[in-house]
């Protein structure tokens, strides 16, 4: 914290003495050291940091980084069956072309004397969505599924007064947490139980905790263990008949064969857009969305952006621009339904790119091909011996649980000897899920193609055939040891 001998920084701004000492002066301050005064001594930072000298030239940091980046394991060198909540589909070339032209890729939100387009781009994108998802409105994307999530399930408590929700426990730890962590200061976050068997919802749990109190009841189709819910009328029966709404958390991929969610009686939807022209990427190329009917109390909850189209002072003309603009933290940042920050507007259009691109039947096609790829996948690898697959009974889209605890090998072993034929093998869900026991969540999509799949299911055989791990008693638990010690393992 201590001021060294004062001297210009070549990238950082306002650091000419001068410049700094005229800043002082107008604020009040004798030093710089003056302004973290409220911060106590012993928690203030005092050497210098351990940093790496700085490289001597663009040529010598274009090496440094591609060689940090050369470590990587990617899913062009790998077969990959990872999923989870990132996906990889096939991302058309026309969707990063139009993402990257200037108008789109360089405007961070834009107003309508200089907007070149992205208007017009997010309401068709929005429009698309709304159609697949067989609602009216639908917001301009959010950071992802999560926040999608949180977000819709805290309109809801909006709408109905009320501060109880209720959330599946199959719900993905990761989403779980944040829809805990958005919502479990102001409201009740209560888990409602699910079939072993099946991994469908527990109605008579759910029955059980349903009050008067609850907000809303939180339903993914398909779970984050990939089964399809064929309860989903009797859960939202059950919801509105104890004056909850209901909310779906879908994978926009699978609304061509999937039952859009107002057809079973969602009165929300939320859900990610990264399956829709996006590269999986770590830490981005993910987008939440918001979707819900054409009614006030929905519409004036969104604390996100709406396009609409609209008319302009000019007889006869129209123009794209935000819809209810009064209740976003834009229009006054104290009054805000909920303050939103930078968003995910450029996946948007990215989405909507793809979107147009598929039409209605293209999404039917694609949706269907990823049913029968997964299908094949999971009958393939349940011809291993000692594996399971799918684990669950019940439908499932395009990611299925796979139980291991027949082979003696936990899934840490069992995906790291396919690390050695070049695949990455499915999410370990042995500690998120220790009630599965030595399991692991694959994905298969478009981009599998049966040679692929005979591969998985080849090489996953070899790994299970390897050396097998100590004997464990139920669900993958090992024995207790003479002293009543407990193995630990990953």
């Not at 200061?185 to 099946?198: D, I, L």
């Not at 399809?228 to 509105?240: D, F, K, Y």
């Not at 011809?383 to 027949?406: I, S």
């Not at 034929?421 to 692991?440: K, N, T, W, Y």
Request: charged content about 20%; hydrophobic content about 40%; proline content about 5%.
């Amino acid at each position: 914290m201590t001021e060294k001998k004062a001297r210009p920084h070549p990238y950082i701004p306002n650091s000419v003495p001068d410049v700094k000492a005229a800043m002082l002066r107008e604020i009040g301050a004798a030093s710089i050291d003056e302004l973290y005064a409220a911060i106590p001594e012993a928690l203030r930072f005092k050497g210098r940091l351990d940093l790496p000298e700085a490289l001597p030239s663009e040529q010598a940091l274009r090496r440094h980084v591609e060689g940090l980046l050369a470590k990587n394991q990617n899913c062009h060198d790998h077969l990959s069956f990872l999923g989870g909540g990132c996906w990889q589909h096939y991302v058309p070339a026309v969707c990063d072309e139009v993402n990257q032209r200037s108008e789109f890729l360089t405007a961070y939100g834009g107003e309508p004397y200089e907007d070149q387009g992205r208007f017009q781009a997010l309401f068709e994108y929005e429009s698309m969505m709304g159609e697949l998802l067989d609602f009216d409105v639908v917001n301009v994307p959010t950071y992802d599924w999560s926040q999608a999530a949180a977000t819709a399930l805290r309109m809801a408590a909006r709408v109905t007064g009320r501060d109880e929700l209720l959330v599946p426990a199959t719900t993905g730890p990761d989403r779980l947490a944040v829809i805990r962590n958005y919502n479990g200061w102001a409201m009740r976050v209560e888990t409602v139980g699910w079939e072993r068997a099946t991994g469908l919802l527990d109605l008579e749990d759910l029955r059980h905790k349903l009050s008067k109190r609850t907000a809303a009841v939180y339903l993914e189709v398909p779970s984050y263990l990939g089964v399809v819910e064929t309860q989903t009328a009797e859960v939202a029966a059950m919801a509105h008949a104890a004056g909850a709404l209901l909310v779906a958390g879908v994978d926009p991929i699978s609304l061509g064969v999937v039952a859009p969610p107002p057809q079973y009686g969602a009165d929300l939807a939320c859900g990610d857009i990264q399956p829709l022209g996006m590269h999986m990427q770590f830490g981005g190329g993910l987008a939440g969305f918001i979707a819900s009917r054409d009614e006030d109390r929905f519409v004036a909850e969104f604390p996100s952006r709406l396009f609409g189209l609209t008319e302009t002072i000019v007889p006869g003309e129209r123009a794209f621009g935000d819809v209810h603009f009064d209740r976003t933290s834009f229009h006054g940042r104290e009054h805000g339904k909920e303050f939103v920050g930078t968003a995910g507007a450029l996946w948007g259009i990215t989405a909507g790119v793809y979107l147009a691109l598929m039409g209605p039947q293209g999404m039917r096609e694609l949706g269907q091909g990823i049913m029968q790829r997964a299908q094949y996948a999971a009958a393939h690898l349940g011809t291993v011996p000692g594996v399971r697959a799918p684990a669950l009974d019940a439908p499932f889209f395009k990611e299925f649980v796979v139980d291991f605890d027949g082979t003696g090998r936990t899934v840490a072993e069992v995906n790291q000897a396919l690390l050695a034929h070049g695949i990455f093998g499915g999410v370990d869900l042995s500690a998120r899920f220790p009630e599965l026991g030595q399991s692991a969540l694959f994905c298969v999509t478009e981009v599998h193609t049966k040679e692929d799949l005979d591969r998985l299911a080849e090489a996953v055989g070899e790994a299970v055939a390897g050396k097998k791990r100590r004997a464990t008693g139920s669900h993958g638990v090992a024995p207790r040891s003479a002293k009543g010690g407990k193995r630990r393992g990953r």
